[in-house]
Every structure is written in structure tokens, then in C-alpha cells.
């Protein structure tokens, strides 16, 4: 159980990323009162861990509905995270999400950003969703899901701390400690995401 708790933990770790959240949080409540840029990230955790709760306990039958297998989300799943794992490496991932953050920013009528852009897509974003419903559908049985739900609701937390605490830890990182950071989460995640695209092709096999 401890292996999948870690295994769990650093796939949503990447995929979520929170200390790549935080210079985009503090850059967005850039001149916000200080409790009311707590209140935003507490919801915007909040939000974010509703809507990865419904897909982590419902996506499968939600799949099932569509007529979509296990197996073929597993391959799809891999490959976005893949492509989430290009990015990273090629740090093009943070330049989209800056790009994002300041097309939000630029909107004056935009005041609470807890929703938008932060709970969704950049918490709960389609590879957190994609990773939690894979994550689940590998780890049948009540144990084992609490386990993956565990590991979700501690990066979850880590993410409310980053953004509580966004900016001096943007101080104490800095842009080149960052970008090493997220280069090497970005290798870890790539061989994961074929460790997806593995497995479904045999249980597609089957």
C-alpha cells in the first residue's frame, strides 16, 4: 500500500504541479488584500477537490454510459499525459499557463479567479482528471482507492499551502531551480504516461 501511495503521490504531484501553480496564483492576486487572496485559494482547492472527487468516483460509470472501455481511456490517458510531460520537459506548459493567467488578468470585469482559471483547469485540469480516473480504475477494492484518494487529498493540501504561501516561495525557488524542477517531474511523468499506454494495450489485448 505504501508503493501505491507514492506511485499516486508523484503522478498527481506532476500532473497537478503546485509549486507551478503559485507564481501563477501570485501573479493573479497581484494587489489583493491578503485575506481575501486566502479565502480565493482556499475555494479554489475546494472546487478543484469536488470536481476530481466526482470523476474519481463516478468517471467509470460515466465511461460505461458512453461506451467507452477502460482500456481505450487508459491509452488516451497516457498519451495526454505524455504531451503534459513534453511540455514540461520543453517548459512550454508554464508558458501556456502564463499565457492563460495574464488573458485572465487582462479582464477587468475578473475579480475572484478561485473557479477560473485556478480550480479548473489549472488544479483539476483534463491530466488530473485523466490521471485520478486512471489511478482508480487500476486500484479496484475499497483499500486500495482510499489509498489514491489519500494520496489526492495530500497534494491537494500541498497546492493550498503553495498558493497560501505563493509568494515567498517564489523567492525562495527562484526561476532556475523552478524550471530544473519541473524539467525532471517532466521525465518522471512521461514514463508513466507509457506505463498507461502498456496497460491498456493488454487489457485491450485480452
Not at 131 to 158: C, D, F, K, P, T
Amino acid at each position: 500500500m505504501i508503493e501505491l501511495f507514492v506511485s499516486a503521490f508523484l503522478t498527481f504531484f506532476v500532473v497537478i504541479d503546485p509549486p507551478g501553480c503559485a507564481p501563477i496564483y501570485a501573479g493573479l492576486t497581484a494587489g489583493v488584500d491578503a485575506h481575501h487572496r486566502r479565502a480565493m485559494a482556499v475555494r479554489a482547492v475546494f472546487y478543484a477537490a469536488c470536481i476530481l472527487l466526482v470523476f474519481a468516483l463516478f468517471g467509470e460509470d460515466l465511461l460505461r454510459g458512453l461506451g467507452i472501455s477502460l482500456s481505450s481511456f487508459r491509452i488516451a490517458g497516457g498519451i495526454m499525459l505524455f504531451l503534459i510531460a513534453l511540455e514540461m520537459v520543453f517548459e512550454r506548459r508554464t508558458q501556456r499557463r502564463e499565457d492563460r493567467a495574464a488573458q485572465v488578468a487582462a479582464t477587468p470585469e475578473v475579480e475572484d479567479v478561485s473557479v477560473f482559471p485556478m480550480a479548473m483547469p489549472m488544479i483539476a485540469g483534463p491530466g488530473s482528471i485523466a490521471s485520478v480516473m486512471l489511478l482508480m480504475a487500476r486500484n479496484e477494492g475499497l483499500q486500495r482507492s482510499l489509498v489514491v484518494l489519500a494520496a489526492l487529498a495530500s497534494i491537494l493540501l500541498i497546492t493550498l499551502v503553495a498558493l497560501l504561501a505563493a509568494g515567498p516561495m517564489m523567492r525562495l525557488l527562484g526561476a532556475r531551480i523552478e524550471a530544473v524542477i519541473t524539467r525532471l517531474l517532466g521525465v518522471l511523468l512521461a514514463a508513466l504516461a507509457v506505463q498507461f499506454v502498456i496497460d491498456g494495450l493488454q487489457d485491450g489485448l485480452r
